[in-house]
């Protein structure tokens, strides 16, 4: 038994008789995680105390950059984190992808565990400068990466896409819960009971999801996973082959929501009717959900199983970036805004309506949320020093590039909103930057758009 099974399996003997041999603890094991970090894991308080006893770094990084205090963090334990933290566990540790412990926290709302990383020196600013990123890169469907300053005033560069589904569920489903009683769903007011089953649906879907989590005995909760999985409409979250689609069902109808990037050779959201609902039992949604899946079963097996027959299929934008669980989230709402008006009585016979109905709804929705983001990220740009003013105008300098160029009358609004941040600033470099990049340099479709965009405003002279 290596060090490394000790660990896992919790065998406090074993991993003492090892320690006995003097092993390198600050070392990677098979798995790519130190000794320390495994302890941590397998949470498991009295062994992290056993090996920091014996000279592991309790800083030491895993191989994508995580130290042992982010797994007690993601593990809730917060005896652990608390002895991880009196022992010299930078509370402002971040991945390398940027990510600090207290990200996950903050998204989960875990009141105590914040509480603890906050009077441990945790710094919030650096926590929801990386969320807020990873929302704008979300919303705008942004490619590329955007710096953020951590709290020593080092540069950090995050990658705009990337998210976590548990989470993309209680965002977007939060979101969509202020839209309901926000100024810009008023013309929408006849559908807010209908939007708050939407809300319902996502939270528990949210719930289904956090059961997935790699210390999680689903056997253990099955009662309460069938409990939510057996209320509709029913919103079944799927990951295979590092893509992540959504199965959105309701009585005998089960629509797939899929806007991968060559979504053109797909449909976006199609709509079938389930011939063999006997197979959709207990055991089937529990295998769906919680057991891996191949591209062949999901994209092939499945629709023979379950006899699926199209009904008719609703048209969204495919991703364009590659958030393809965010994507298929959002299109949870224009699905189930539309199967449940179908299910009312003499609904298959308005189907062309209700669809443009549901789009409608998911567009207004869509718009609200993306610009509720931007102008957070303004505020916020007031707000902040010099340093960290120069990242959020990156930001928003990759969103002005890659995302207002269109014409339509919400980008020129938002064109005029990023501009002014720029117009006779410090950090007018940065659009100088892009045309130097992709206009002058490399001329690309792109850089010419920008540099018209940009010759329109009067920011760069004709």
């Known amino acids: 038994m290596s060090l490394a099974t000790a660990i896992i399996e919790e065998d406090l003997r074993a991993v003492e008789e090892w320690l006995r041999h003097r092993p390198d603890l600050n070392q990677m094991d098979e798995y790519g995680f130190t000794p320390l970090i ?15 006893a014996h000279g592991a770094d309790v800083n030491g990084q895993d191989a994508t950059g995580n130290t042992a205090l982010h797994w ?11 002895f991880l933290l009196a022992r ?33 020196g945790a710094n919030e600013v650096f926590a929801q400068d990386f969320i807020n990123l990873k929302l704008l890169g979300h919303m705008f469907e942004l490619v590329g990466t955007a710096a953020l300053v951590d709290p020593q005033n080092k540069y950090v560069e995050v990658d705009f896409e990337g998210f976590f589904l548990e989470i993309t569920l209680g965002l977007i489903c939060d979101s969509l819960a202020q839209f309901q009683n926000n100024y ?34 689903v056997s253990k909760h099955r009662p309460m996973i069938l409990s939510l999985a057996q209320q509709e409409p029913l919103i079944l979250p799927i990951g295979y082959e590092g893509h992540a689609i959504t199965f959105v069902k309701y009585g005998q109808i089960i629509a797939k929501c899929d806007r991968r990037e060559d979504s053109r050779l ?7 009717r389930i011939g063999r609902p006997d197979i959709f039992t207990n055991q089937f949604v529990m295998d769906l959900l919680y057991k891996k899946q191949s591209g062949q079963f999901i994209n092939e097996d499945l629709p023979q199983l379950l006899e699926l027959t199209p009904l008719t299929e609703i048209k969204v934008e495919s991703q ?25 009585p003499g609904g298959v016979e ?72 720029f117009e006779n600033s410090r950090y007018h470099y940065i659009l100088q930057n892009y045309l130097q990049t992709y ?22 002279k004709g």
């Not at 495994?38 to 920091?52: P, T």
């Not at 509370?91 to 709302?109: E, F």
């Not at 939007?195 to 999680?216: K, P, T």
């Open 72 to 82: 007690a963090t993601e593990n809730n334990n917060l005896e652990l984190v608390q």
């Open 184 to 217: 810009g769903a008023r013309k929408l007011r006849r559908y807010l009971g209908l939007s708050q089953v939407i809300v319902d649906v996502m939270q528990r879907a949210a719930e289904l999801v956090r059961y997935r989590q790699y210390r999680v005995d």
């Open 320 to 344: 364009i970036s590659g958030n393809c669980s965010w994507a298929n989230v959002e299109a949870c709402i224009p699905t189930l805004f539309f199967l449940v008006l179908a299910s009312l």
């Open 88 to 120: 010299g566990a930078n509370p402002n540790a971040y991945t390398l992808s940027g990510q600090a412990v207290l990200v996950m926290p903050i998204l989960r709302r875990q009141a105590d565990l914040r509480r603890i990383l906050y009077q441990a």
């Open 439 to 460: 206009y002058y340099r490399s001329p690309t479709p792109e850089g010419e758009q920008f540099s018209r965009l940009l010759k329109t405003y009067g920011i760069i």
């Open 38 to 52: 495994e302890a941590a894991i397998a949470d498991n308080l009295a062994i992290a105390k056993l090996l920091l």
């Open 350 to 421: 308005s189907l062309s309506q209700y669809k443009s109905l549901a789009l409608n709804f998911y567009h207004r929705w869509r718009e609200w949320n993306k610009e509720r983001a931007l102008q957070f990220c303004l505020n916020s740009f007031q707000e902040a020093d010099s340093i960290r003013k120069a990242c959020k105008a990156e930001i928003l300098a990759a969103i002005l590039f890659q995302r207002c160029g269109s014409g339509q009358i919400s980008d020129k609004a938002r064109t005029e909103s990023i501009l002014a941040i």
């Open 266 to 272: 797909y449909d976006n959201i199609m709509c079938y």
